[in-house]
């Protein structure tokens, strides 16, 4: 179910838990060369609350620039497979009593990862049926912290990050409280008053159809924010898991063969794109070539929305896939090459056109594409960032 990753082999080691049995699920753990605090992610302990395994099943392909990030993404496999919240009616999430050793195996095993780990801090990824305080029954968007660590700063911080930059309907404001370390028999409150360590238990809503690629957005984002002020992914040029597939006005198919996602600059800088590589996992996806002269968003095989300055390619008979861009000189036109420049702080808009196999537009959904993205700073430093588009 994952896809492969673009990290060197050195910074992971992955292992099982249950193994040779039916709960047989596996542990991603990544570790970076700089030193740094351990945080533990774990989704699927509630089978039905896709939000959890899905959001964790990105995490787990995250790169780290400084300690170690362990994401065991589908903590209950057997209640993943029937869509449930519950197997056997067990609840896994009420297997953790404090002061005393976890209730199943399965349990038993996950508590065993957390301390081998020495984990700093938890984070437990769900979904709920309800809205906050509205009295429907469900927990609702919501962030749980322990009272152990410094989860309640956290919480409050990330609740605010995600009502500002996430949220648009305020029905769907984040909210939540600390509840006491051990009042109930869930991972998180074990990990709070057995390891006096910090945990949050992260809760999107399903509620009125939203999307899953809506509650997955926020929830990766929360926990990106984290890591990034927990120590674990440096300043950088971010991308928030939003892509999508295009069938674009310029299309008369039905083919989604663009793609369009954004990246935001959270250096205290201007950044400029110079380059960027595209790499397709599915090796009969061979070309990126639009269809027109203009220059612009689906007009161009490269555009960039940006808001110092857009970043533009539109390459002569397009590119052969994997490709690197050079975003000014395309070897065409250099009227029509420009790098992207993006203020501290802001958003920019990729979009990708069109993909093709063999001459023929392609349906990007359920496709993987690697992207790689070189910048240089207004200081004059530079790097790379390399993330997975899973459409
Ligand atoms: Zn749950």
Redesign the pocket.
Known sequence: MLSATPLASAQRSDYTIRTGTSEETTVYVREADADGPTVMVVGG??GD?AN?YTAAQKIANWRIDAGKLVVLPEANVKAIQIDS?TCNGTDL?RQFPTGSEPTTALAREIWNVVVSENIDFLFDL?SSYGIYSSDDGGVGQGIFSTRAGDATGHRKQLVSYLNENYVSDSTYDYSGYSSSDGSSPMLKHKVGADLDTGAIIFEATRKNGRPLSQQVRETTAAVQEFLQRFGLIHETVSYSQDVIAANTAEDTNAKQSGLRFDIANTFGQDVRITDLEIDPHNSAIDQLRDHSYGEGQWVSELFIDADVQNGVTDINNGVSLPCSIDLDWDGHSTDASNDAILSPGSFGTVSLYEFKSNGSPVDMVGENVEITIDYTLSDGASGSRTFMLLL
Do not use: Y
Request: without cysteine.
């Open positions: 302990m509630h609350e959890g919240r999430n769900h």
